[in-house]
T-cell receptor, first 113, second 115 residues
């Protein structure tokens, strides 16, 4: 059974600081997604990572994937208040999957001035 | 092209009543996934459907829950005899296919409250 673990689950940051969210998964995965969710809202896709060493950046967020370690990171650079949200990673199994996503529990990020 | 639509957005039911949640996929999408999000938790897969067929319902509780995706009309997730533990946000996502580069696009969700 594929398990996805994120840490930390809660993160309180000051504006301007850097931090990293980690996502570990337990078995081979076809692809890994990062999503953002604002309170009471739906999920917004941020990144999809497909292969070992993949790195994607958008604004102050950068995601990377190490398939050998089964680890993805979401790095936040010089955080701003607008980044406050819950961030989820999700993976798709390589085999026996119908494409359904397996989510981590999410990291609730709060950026304080 | 309108996004994935779900209705109602909020639904309140008393224990023992039935809840019907609707999902209209994006135009051209024939794959629908339903996920449930309990408070302060990640989303959990429930069921995957293609038009008129349930493909994978491994995440759906065996009793009281059912799903359909008819040839015409939206996909429906039905919960009979709701209990307090069914209170959650239910999201559907639609896709053109199950492999990359096809992505799942999420609807706004239905927040079910059971009183």
């Amino acid at each position: 059974e594929l398990k996805v673990e994120q840490n930390p689950l809660f993160l309180s940051m000051q504006e301007g600081k850097n931090y990293t969210i980690y996502c570990n998964y337990s078995t081979t995965s076809d692809r890994l997604y990062w999503y953002r969710q604002d309170p009471g809202k739906s999920l917004e896709s941020l990144f999809v990572l497909l292969s070992n060493g993949a790195v994607k950046q958008e604004g102050r967020l950068m995601a990377s994937l190490d398939t050998k370690a089964r680890l993805s990171t979401l790095h936040i650079t010089a955080a701003v208040h607008d980044l406050s949200a819950t961030y989820f990673c999700a993976v798709v199994l390589t085999r026996g999957s119908q494409g359904n996503l397996i989510f981590g529990k999410g990291t609730k990020l709060s950026v304080k001035p | 092209n309108a996004g994935v639509m779900q209705n109602p957005r909020h639904l309140v039911r008393r224990r023992g009543q039935e809840a019907r949640l609707r999902c209209s996929p994006m135009k051209g999408h024939s794959h629908v996934y339903w996920y449930r999000q309990l408070p302060e938790e990640g989303l959990k897969f429930m069921v995957y459907l293609q038009k008129e067929n349930i493909i994978d319902e491994s995440g759906m509780p065996k009793e009281r829950f059912s799903a359909e995706f008819p040839k015409e009309g939206p996909s429906i997730l039905r919960i009979q005899q709701v209990v307090r533990g069914d209170s959650a946000a239910y999201f559907c996502a639609s896709s053109q296919g199950i492999t990359y580069p096809y992505e799942q696009y999420f609807g706004p969700g239905t927040r079910l409250t059971v009183t």
